[in-house]
């Protein structure tokens, strides 16, 4: 009755009678597996994945690649990812992240961009004074008070700095995943004929962020475009588009950018982490002859920047996917001693952990101690999730993910978090009703794959 309901396209009926076979032989695949197709038919991608999940468990890992089943499962859970992603980021309420993240976004923009030497008592409006106190605000790190601060100078209708204030109340937006609120200062600065061509720069680089962030490749690229036709001198533009580059592995054209960016500043430290971290990319998967040169960049690289601890994390993260395991702690190390307030650093120790040793509870021990200090940190929160999974601790991997996704900025990001969130919980609940062993957590993701972007 089954097969036939299938013929007839007639998904409600497959689920009723696979489900009754089910109840006199629970792991008969075949009705699970139509049942799961039935299910995704008829939007019920949740428990399509469960389905989907069983038959993956039941039959194990290799037999569930060769007959398509984990390709099947995984397209579904994309789809299931994307469509719960557009729902929680329109439901999002703004909130500031990370410093860790704030810091990222402020360390790939020029912020002589916004300096003034304008001494606040010879100003008069309050806009325009509180605009000097939030420049000496994120100069000391203190965001907390940025956003309100920001609010409260454009309220007051500044004569001068009205647009400095308007890019930085976007930046702030975009940060905190208020993309209207971003959009609409960007686009005022756009459309202000009065504005400073460096703001409008920005505002287009800014701007073309917040649709990046929103899935819109085609006006991010646009918005990229335009500000370096508007400034082909500024070496801003040319490292916001490598970077979008390189999310869609447009390797040649990203180095490319990145080569002209340097030329424009030598002493800007992030397009030089991002120019390495895309030539090992490219040694990886097209030019493994490259590998020598990449190695020779991260040498120039941490002699020319000493201080700046995102050198170091890439070369640590180079060096660990390399399996060189001692000699990427040191580095790793040395990137917390620079920045200590950066827990993704530790992050990255407890992953060495995991593949050099085998040490779950080590890395275990890293992870929490990173998110006691910075519980808003998403990338630490992920990684514990997947710890607890290994562990088969699935209600505080569950718990890990449900708060990483409250944090996440873009849909890209959340589309990955929901589809991990109910992988994971329909893995646990397949192995308590089936009865089946979980996957590990090698299936899952492989480690030596979790290489990020040098974040600033």
Same mark, same amino acid.
């Given at each position: ?146 956003? *309100? ?5 454009? !309220?007051?209708?500044?004569? &001068? +700095?009205? #647009?400095?204030?308007? %890019? ?123 590998? *020598? ?5 991260? !040498?120039?690289?941490?002699? &020319? +920047?000493? #201080?700046?601890?995102? %050198? ?145």
């Amino acid at each position: 009755m089954a097969a036939a309901s299938e013929k007839l396209g007639k998904p409600e009926d497959v689920v009723k009678y696979c489900s009754k076979a089910l109840v006199l032989n629970q792991k008969y695949i075949k009705a699970i597996q139509r049942r799961a197709t039935a299910y995704e038919k008829l939007n019920k991608y949740e428990a399509s994945i469960k389905d989907w999940t069983a038959v993956c468990l039941i039959e194990g890992p290799e037999k569930s690649m060769k007959s398509g089943y984990m390709a099947t499962s995984d397209r579904v859970l994309k789809a299931y990812g994307d469509e719960k992603a557009k729902k929680l980021m329109a439901a999002r309420v703004p909130r500031l992240p990370s410093h860790t993240v704030i810091n990222s976004a402020l360390d790939n923009i020029h912020m002589r961009d916004f300096h003034t030497t304008t001494k606040p008592e010879t100003l008069e409006n309050m806009g325009d004074k509180l605009y000097i106190q939030i420049l000496s605000d994120i100069e000391k790190k203190e965001y907390d008070v940025v956003p *309100d601060k920001l609010d409260k100078a454009i !309220s007051e209708e500044p004569a &001068k +700095f009205l #647009n400095q204030l308007r %890019v930085l109340r976007g930046i702030f937006a975009w940060v905190m995943a208020d993309y209207q609120t971003a959009l609409q200062n960007f686009d005022a600065v756009i459309l202000d004929t009065k504005s400073y061509m460096r703001l409008k720069v920005q505002a287009h680089i800014h701007r073309g962020e917040v649709y990046q962030a929103k899935g819109d490749k085609n006006r991010a690229l646009a918005d990229y475009n335009t500000a370096v036709q508007l400034d082909e001198d500024h070496p801003d533009p040319y490292l916001h588009r490598a970077q979008f580059y390189l999310s869609i592995e447009g390797l040649e054209q990203a180095i490319k950018d990145l080569n002209k960016c340097i030329s424009l500043d030598e002493e800007f430290a992030a397009p030089w982490t991002q120019l390495v971290y895309g030539q090992y990319q490219m040694a990886r998967t097209m030019s493994p002859s490259l590998l *020598d040169e990449v190695f020779r960049n991260l !040498s120039k690289m941490q002699e &020319k +920047f000493p #201080n700046v601890a995102d %050198v170091f994390a890439l070369y640590g993260q180079v060096l660990q996917d390399q399996r060189q395991f001692s000699a990427a702690e040191e580095k790793f190390q040395e990137a917390q001693r620079l920045s200590p307030d950066n827990v993704t650093y530790k992050a990255h120790v407890a992953t060495l952990k995991m593949m050099a040793e085998n040490n779950f509870d080590a890395a275990l021990v890293l992870l929490n101690e990173a998110h006691e200090k910075d519980p808003k940190c998403d990338f630490v929160l992920e990684n514990l999730g997947m710890i607890y999974i290994q562990k088969q601790m699935y209600p505080e991997a569950l718990e890990c993910f449900k708060k990483a996704l409250e944090l996440v900025k873009t849909e890209a990001e959340a589309a990955h978090l929901s589809a991990l969130y109910i992988g994971i919980q329909c893995q646990w609940e397949v192995c308590d009703e089936y009865n089946v062993k979980p996957v590990s957590l090698a299936d899952l993701q492989d480690f030596s794959q979790m290489m990020t972007a040098p974040q600033g």
